[in-house]
Each structure stands twice: as C-alpha cells, then as structure tokens.
C-alpha cells in the first residue's frame, strides 16, 4: 500500500469517534450534575427532505448545575452544498456534500459558571467526475460573566497543550482564528475569552488532520469541568443572575446572525430543534445597560472580551 493510499479519508473511523465523544461527554456531564439526565431524541430525516441522514439530540434540562446542556450527534448528506458552505469556495457551488459532526452548548445555571460551545464535523463535497474535496472543522470556547484569570489561563493552557501534541505552532494560528470568528461585529467585543477554531482544515493529511480535531475533542472536558468544579458553589443573587440572562442576549445575537454552523443547518434544512438547542433557556435584553463602573461586571467588559494572550 502507498503512503498516499495509506491516508485516504477513513470515514467510519471518524464517525465511530464521534459516536463515542458523544456519550463520553454526557456521561461526565451527568455524573457532575447529578440531579438530571440527557433524554436522546433520534430522529431520520423524511424522504421528502432536502436532507438525508439521522441523528441524536441529547438535552438535559433543569439540573443542578446545568440550566440546560445539549449535545448533538449528525450525520447527513445533500445534493448541493449551502451558500454558507461556499460563501469563501465559489468552486464548491453545486457539489454534493456529506456530514457528520457532533455540537455542544452547556449553559450553566450559577452565573459564576462560564457559558461553553464544542463543534468538531468533518465534511466531504463531491461531484461526478471530480476529485472529493473533504476538511475537518470546529473546536471550542468559553463565555465567562464574571472575571477570573485562573479559569482562562486553565482554559487556554489546555487548549495549548492539546495543540502541541500535534504541531507546536497549531495553538496560536487556531487561538488566533478563534478570536477572530466569534467576535460580535455590531458590538465590538468578543463573544467570550476564545479558545479554539479551525475551518477548511485539511493540513498534511487524512490523519494529521485527524489526529488535531480527536485531541480538540478530547481535550474538551479537562479544560472545562475544572472550571466548573471551581465555580459551581459559589453564592450569587438576583445581580448576578440579572447580569447572566443580559450576556446570554450576546450569546444569541451571535449564534442567530454571525455564526455559519448555524447558518449552515438552517439553509440545508436541517432540523430546527437540533440546530437551535444552543439557545439559552432564559434571556434578558434592556436597552443601553450599562455595568457599574469598577465592577467585576465592568471589569468583564473592559479586560475578557477582547483578544489577549493569556498565556
């Protein structure tokens, strides 16, 4: 066998990861919740659909610690890629697609608990007589309410690690990136303190590129549920929470006019219930609300949502 044979695409083993990601996830979610449980929603799409494919949405609602935690598992194909998809690849336009991937939005119920998203696909478009063309996206980040730098750094030096066991000059290109996309344009702020993100990536190989989005996967529970652990008893009132339910409007803002996962399912007709599980239970927007100046709230504004390296 050719080392170019040798690294062709292997599409199970892909989604066999992902299946397995899936229940590592919500099976630590659960044990540290320890008062709710995931309900699984299977679901096939109709064979009227634009889509074809099935999938299963886990939700957990109403925890101890979780408001709500969703975790969904997708693997569809199409006949023609969405313009989200081929915005930046005009010479993807009217290609097939197949893809698989598994996202997650946990939205904490104390404010001193961050706000934390996972996506990692995988994504192959083909065309009769053409070469496929496949890449591997995602990653993750954190949006924090309140200030703490332990918890960032923690949150960053894990992600780093993460990339260094792949290729020690991965972590500032897929920080960098990750800065730049979730960044909410007509607030000027960042969505959180960052992370992760990849698109299009396809470097070196099937399993080079692989072997990156496994470790940022899998990375993904010991850069976040210390942090959890550290946070999850601490007392809060009404301000906090008031505070809390202000943020997550930033969080929805973004999700349901910047981000192109989101964009993506909905114009491929994906299931809305699925693709909209990121949104949070309970939000609040108030015009012009303003932090008090000095607070950990202001501090929050001023110091975390803006590109830094916290290493």
């Known amino acids: 066998m ?42 096939r799409k109709p ?94 980040d954190l949006t924090p309410y309140y200030p703490f730098k332990e918890d960032a750094v923690h949150w960053h030096q894990t992600a780093r690690d993460a990339c260094d066991a792949v290729g020690d000059s991965i972590y500032p290109r897929l920080k960098q990136h990750c800065d730049e996309y979730f960044y909410l344009k007509h607030r000027g702020e960042t969505r959180g303190i960052g992370g992760l993100f990849c698109d299009d990536w396809n470097e070196n190989g099937f399993a080079a590129s692989f072997a990156l989005i496994r470790a940022i996967g899998d990375s993904f529970l010991p850069a976040y549920l210390p942090i959890v652990e550290r946070r999850t008893r601490t007392p809060y009132g009404e301000r906090e929470r008031d505070w809390q339910l202000l943020r997550r409007g930033r969080y929805v803002e973004f999700n349901l006019v910047w981000d192109r996962g989101t964009l993506f399912g909905l114009q491929s007709g994906g299931r809305s219930e699925s693709i909209l599980m990121s949104m949070p239970p309970e939000v609040r927007w108030r015009y012009d609300a303003q932090p008090e100046p000095g607070s950990p709230e202001a501090e929050l504004l001023t110091d975390y949502l803006h590109p830094r390296d916290w290493l």
């Open 2 to 43: 050719s080392i170019a044979e040798a690294d062709l695409p292997d599409v199970p083993s892909v989604e066999a990861w992902l299946r397995g990601l899936q229940d590592r996830i919500c099976a630590a979610l659960e044990d540290r919740d320890g008062a709710a449980r995931f309900r699984s929603d299977t679901w």
């Open 47 to 140: 064979p009227d659909s634009t889509l074809r494919g099935n999938g299963d949405t886990r939700i957990l609602e109403g925890g101890a610690v979780f408001e709500r935690a969703g975790v969904a598992l997708s693997l569809v194909d199409g006949d023609r890629l969405p313009p989200s998809a081929t915005a930046a690849r005009p010479e993807l336009s009217g290609r097939g697609f197949r893809a698989m991937g598994v996202s997650l939005v946990l939205h904490p119920r104390n404010p001193y608990v961050p706000t934390t998203h996972l996506n990692v696909r995988y994504l192959v478009a083909e065309k009769a007589g053409a070469t496929p063309v496949w890449w591997f996206g995602g990653g993750y």
